[in-house]
């Protein structure tokens, strides 16, 4: 264990709003993406309308592309094979020239996520377990080491009650006292294994944790995906149900709803 490269440990709170920042800044990329996916849709339709796709009903729509009969007469003697042939590669362009524009945006939005999402995952070590979140429940607490005092010499029998009451009761000062003797304990003789303990006591905190870690990664990777599929033109469908998967994994009974 490296002492000297430990991250700062968070409340659960804080973890919380780290959690809630990405999903913040996963709803602008969305929000984003849909913007310059538009611009590109209404390209589109400019360069097709003005390079004769519509020629039939141009100088008659009333729009911003109405030609007059001079252009009409124009790009009717340019065969079609030639117009559509130039109408791509105009469109080509300005789809080219939009996503080299909003690479600054999306890239700016992926280092916003970037550094909330490290701070996030790095939190990890401290709630791999619910043995270690209990291990800290309590400190300080007096409770805490008046039952280390009155159950120092207490065999088996009387642990292994213990833990039933700290578990029904949810007695976290307790449970936190009696995870301490049990893990002093040889195994064979521990009526109840520590990390059992700890795991039946249902830390509030620890699950939580839990569910905004996921939540976390469910939005960066979401953030990723979608500018992948945007610089790439095309989704993948594998990306698409594995971040479904991730969304069916997260607990929103436990920390709410995220940005549907």
Known sequence: MN???VSPLLSPQQIGELASNLDAIHTRALKAIERLQKDVQSRKIEISKRWGVSIGHAGTDGGQHQ???????????IPNADRARMAQNETLAAVRQIKDNSAKELDKLLKDAGAPHAQLVSQ???????AKVLARAALGDPKRTEYLHQLAYAG??????????????????????LL????????KD???????????????????VQEYIKLGDARLQGILVAIRTWNQGKSNPLN????????????RDLIGGGDE
């Open 156 to 177: 088996p029998a009387e642990l292994g009650h213990m833990a039933q009451v700290a578990v029904a009761t949810q007695n976290i000062p307790l449970a936190s006292a």
């Open 124 to 130: 990890r070590e401290f709630f791999s377990s619910p």
């Open 240 to 251: 698409t149900v594995q971040l479904a998967l991730r969304e069916q994994a997260i607990d």
């Open 3 to 5: 002492l000297n490269q």
């Open 190 to 208: 521990r009526p109840v294994g520590p990390a059992e303990l700890a795991a039946a006591m249902k830390l509030d905190d620890y699950l939580k």
């Open 67 to 77: 030609l007059s009969p001079s252009d009409v007469a124009r790009w009717s003697a």
């Open 180 to 187: 301490s003797l049990l893990d002093r304990m040889p195994s």
